[in-house]
């Protein structure tokens, strides 16, 4: 498994009843988390003084309750990136910590290159992985069908003190994207890619990650350079293996261009614990 395990300022402090408790900071959260499947052995005072715990619905969806107020949004910080972090509806906070040992290895990839190194970054949310590739010294094109995600990352990329970089961010349907990258022949050295369960494309077709990964990433393919550098597949979708991302990045990546091929789970340790919590998988390929 990867763990993210060099935070300093995020911390899962426990887990319990599908709940999971985190500092952000310097503010407690409780978030549910369906492989929460254990029992909380013992409701310690962090729990009873989290800023806010956010709670299902009967019916789908929920909403944060707020025992004590908190800034509208804060920032993190993660070795030399930061971020800016916002409770959302969807009880998310804008930013997933157990990638950030996927932002230590591309760092050490791009500092590591011979060349320039330009990335693809798609379905890319607020931004973590741009952040941490133009830290690096990458050209980087960012793209996410969500125009508040874009601005999102668009500040991240400030916070940290790299507006200067050069950074494209593009508002738009992902697949339509690299189908237009394909006409107008642009190359990447790097493609990153974290993938929804669902959706749907840009001509209404669905997405299913079981069915509709495979070809996405053969058209993603297209768009790598005669010397690229990496290709990184994170998913959430449950009951997908780490063995499927390897099987599949062997018969495209692989027998293009030799390489290697890692995959596993990523998550995060438990601090009262000393476990790990799973949180999604991952699979790689570099040259």
């Known amino acids: 498994m990867y763990v993210a395990h060099d935070w300093k300022d995020y911390e899962l402090l426990d887990t319990g009843d599908g709940d999971k408790l985190e500092?952000?900071?310097?503010?407690?959260?409780?978030?549910?988390?369906?492989?929460?499947i254990w029992p909380l052995k013992n409701e310690t005072d962090a729990w009873r003084k989290a800023h806010g715990h956010y709670?299902?619905?009967?019916v789908?969806?929920?909403q944060w309750d707020m025992k004590k107020p908190i800034p509208?949004?804060?920032?993190?910080s993660y070795d030399k990136l930061k971020f800016h972090i916002k409770p959302t509806n969807f009880k998310h906070t804008g930013l997933f910590p157990e990638q950030a040992m996927n932002w230590r290895w591309m760092m050490d990839k791009i500092v590591g290159a011979d060349r320039p190194i330009k990335v693809l970054n798609l379905f890319a949310y607020t931004g973590g992985a741009t952040v941490a590739a133009a830290y690096a010294g990458a050209e980087?094109?960012?793209v996410d069908a969500?125009?508040?995600?874009?601005?999102w990352a668009k500040?991240?990329?400030q916070l940290s003190g790299l507006a200067d970089r050069p950074v494209r961010f593009i508002t738009d349907d992902v697949f339509k994207f690299v189908q237009r990258e394909q006409r107008r022949g642009n190359k990447y050295d790097a493609i990153i890619m974290d993938p929804p369960s669902y959706g749907r494309g840009p001509s209404g077709e669905m997405w299913k990650l079981e069915s509709s990964l495979y070809p996405f990433l053969e058209s993603c393919m297209e768009l790598m350079s005669d010397k690229p550098l990496f290709m990184l597949i994170n998913s959430y979708t449950t009951g997908i293996s780490p063995?499927?991302?390897?099987?599949?990045?062997t018969m495209t990546l692989s027998q293009k261009y030799g390489g290697n091929i890692s995959s596993g789970e990523i998550g995060l340790p438990i601090t009262s614990s000393g476990l790990t919590l799973p949180c999604g998988i991952l699979g790689r390929w570099e040259a």
């Open 146 to 151: 969500s125009k508040a995600t874009v601005q």
């Open 72 to 76: 509208e949004r804060w920032s993190i």
């Open 55 to 58: 709670k299902r619905n009967a």
């Open 140 to 142: 980087v094109v960012h």
């Open 23 to 36: 500092r952000w900071g310097d503010v407690i959260l409780r978030r549910p988390d369906q492989l929460i």
């Open 60 to 62: 789908g969806g929920g």
């Open 155 to 157: 500040e991240n990329l």
């Open 243 to 249: 063995t499927v991302l390897s099987n599949m990045l």
